[in-house]
C-alpha cells in the first residue's frame, strides 16, 4: 500500500488492543496535504494519519496507483524493492517490500496482505493492510516488520474528487530509538500523499 507502506514509520503497528489514544495533533499542511499525530498509550512510536484531496480523477484510478506494488519504488519514498508474492484479485494481494532506513539503522522488511472492500454504492473503498511476516523465510540482510496495520481510505466527495486518508501506527521492531522513527513520520507520509496525488489525477 503505496505504503508506503512504505515508510520506515508507516509499517509495523503495535497490534491492535485497548491502548489508549490521544487527540489527533495537526503536524504539517503543505498544498493541501495534512498530516496529523497522536500518541499510543503503551507505545513509544507515534500514529499518523494523512489527507489529501485528489480532483480529476476516480476511485479506481486512486486505487490502481495504491495496488500498483511493482512501481512502488520509483512511486513512493524509502521503498526498495517491492514483489507481489500473490495476486487474489485485481484489488487484493499478498505483498512484500523493503524499506530504506536512515543509517545507522538496519534496513526492514515486511509482507502484508491488501484487502479492498467497496460500499454498495460504489463511492468509498477501503485497502486494509494485515502483517503477514510468516508468509516468506526471513533475509538475514533485513529486519523483519512483523506487526503493522493500517489502511487506505477513499470517498467520492464530488464528481471525478476523491477524499484519501492514509492512516497507520508503526513499531519498526528490532532495535531503532523511537525519535529516528518518529522524525520521518510526518515527512513520508507527506510526499507519499503528494506522490499519489500527481499519478492519479488526470491534469
Avoid at 498544498?31 to 476511485?59: C, H, Q
Avoid at 512501481?71 to 530504506?100: E, M, R, W
Avoid at 454498495?120 to 523483519?144: C, I
Wanted: aromatic content about 10%; glycine content about 6%.
Amino acid at each position: 500500500m503505496l505504503f508506503i507502506r512504505l515508510m520506515l514509520a508507516g509499517f509495523m503497528l503495535l497490534s491492535f488492543n485497548e491502548s489508549v489514544k490521544t487527540d489527533w495533533k495537526l503536524r504539517k499542511e503543505d498544498a493541501g496535504v495534512k498530516i496529523f499525530t497522536r500518541n499510543i498509550e503503551g507505545s513509544p512510536f507515534e500514529e499518523f494519519r494523512g489527507v489529501v484531496t485528489i480532483t480529476n480523477t476516480s476511485l479506481t484510478g486512486v486505487l490502481d496507483v495504491i495496488m500498483d506494488v511493482k512501481n512502488y519504488p520509483k512511486n513512493f519514498p524509502n521503498c526498495g524493492s517491492a514483489q507481489v508474492l500473490v495476486q487474489k484479485s485485481k484489488y487484493d494481494d499478498i505483498h512484500y517490500i523493503t524499506i530504506k532506513a536512515p543509517w545507522p539503522v538496519a534496513d526492514r522488511d515486511a509482507i502484508y496482505e491488501a484487502a479492498t472492500s467497496f460500499s454498495d454504492n460504489g463511492k468509498h473503498a477501503q485497502v486494509k493492510l494485515t502483517p503477514r511476516g510468516d508468509y516468506k523465510a526471513e533475509d538475514k540482510n533485513y529486519v523483519r516488520v512483523h506487526n503493522g496495520t493500517g489502511f487506505w481510505d477513499l470517498e467520492e466527495v464530488a464528481p471525478s474528487t476523491i477524499q484519501v486518508v492514509y492512516q497507520f501506527h508503526a513499531d519498526p521492531e528490532g532495535e531503532i530509538p523511537a525519535w529516528v522513527a518518529n522524525s520521518v513520520i510526518v515527512m513520508n507520509p507527506l510526499k507519499t500523499l503528494e506522490s499519489l496525488r500527481s499519478l492519479a489525477s488526470r491534469n
